[in-house]
């Protein structure tokens, strides 16, 4: 029967109600619920989760999530947070990236390459997650939420920047995608601006998100080839917009409502369905055997 992609489907859809109920009754963040009811199902109902379309609609949640967390920053109140967003961001990467990476090379013995991948593992933080979690508590809206999700931005960019400088190979593709990326940065404001004012008042169509998604894919499409993350670029144009969403809410909360609805349980139920517990009690022995 779940051969059958529709049923697939409904299974999908079934446990993101599910978590949905469970996160109105226990007053919990239904993305934190998604995780731990696909951990469950991962364990014991063994639910699908590495085909090609769940895949990119778990991809797609995290996209829109992140670009939802650059666009609901408050360019002044960014501004007037700058320093405290960048010294916390900065700290939090940094310090476990060179805590883990020097403990797993010279405590535990591994080669160099798998000490810093368990550094930059254990260094990086989810701003999707982190959105998600304070949209719900309503955090998102204050000066003090703004500085957070922009501190978890500077956390996920150093990941990139660790990634690509320990990793990446540099190519054409790479220089491509920067160049790209600027250009189309530096004209989205303006480019956003025209299409709500001038198509995308009261028009079922919804041309205004239509091209913000196309924008995502695009630029999702120029970052995977060159080797780089899709969500990249997914803040960063969620950021240079902000001014103009600032001015339409409207946009925003349609936005969030898709995002929700449809593609966020996706990626945080997939999350949940990659957690083992026989990989994660061979690596507790593993570990274990290092240490002692």
Known sequence: MFENVWFVAAAWMALALVASLISIWTGISVALIEILVGVVAGNFLHLQANTDWINFLALLGSGVLTFLAGAEIDPESLKANLRASLLIGIISFAVPFLLVWLFAQFFLGWPL??????????????????????????????SLGKMILAACFITDFGTVLALGGLFANFNIW?????????????????????????????????????????????????ATTAKSEAVLPAYLVGLVVAGVFLRDKTLVHRMRSIAFAMFTPFYFIRAGLLFLFPSFGQGLRLLQGCCF
């Open 174 to 222: 790479l220089l491509v995608f920067v160049v790209v990326m600027s250009v189309m940065l530096w004209f989205m404001p303006a480019w956003t601006r025209f299409i709500i004012v001038r198509l995308g008042a009261k028009r079922v169509s919804e041309p205004e998100v239509k091209f913000i998604f196309f924008v995502l894919f695009f630029l999702g499409g120029l």
């Open 113 to 142: 390459p798998q000490a810093q991948i368990a550094g930059i593992a254990l260094s990086t933080t989810s701003v999707a997650v982190v959105y998600a979690v304070m949209i719900e508590g309503g955090l998102s809206d204050t």
